[in-house]
């Protein structure tokens, strides 16, 4: 049986965006890149869907920016309400990563 982990990335890599957003202007390429260095297995569409996802959840703004070099590129900043999410979540995160951490870990099996 192959575990769907999917919707688990998704909640890891939106408290990602936001924290990227929170502490600069992000662009799209930029948070691909990122999260790729990070192991995160997503396409740069999917990156897109997401933060246009948050944006529409008011977590994130977007403009239009035209120092790019192919033209205009959106650049999305975190919002009030996105960087209060974020500063709520942030001991949660702290909880949860203790939580796992001092759990001794199991033998790996296949996902």
Known sequence: MRINLKELYFGLIHLHLLDYACREPLLGAEAFRK???LGYPLSPNAIYD???????????????????????????IA??????ALDVLRPQVKLLYD???????????PL
């Open 79 to 84: 919002t009030l309400t996105g960087k209060r």
């Open 35 to 37: 999260l790729q260095r």
């Open 50 to 76: 997401l933060l246009h996802l948050m944006e529409k959840l008011g977590w994130l703004h977007s403009r239009t920016d035209n120092g790019g070099k192919g033209g205009q590129r959106r650049v999305y």
């Open 99 to 109: 939580q796992l951490s001092s759990v001794e870990e199991p033998a790996h099996l």
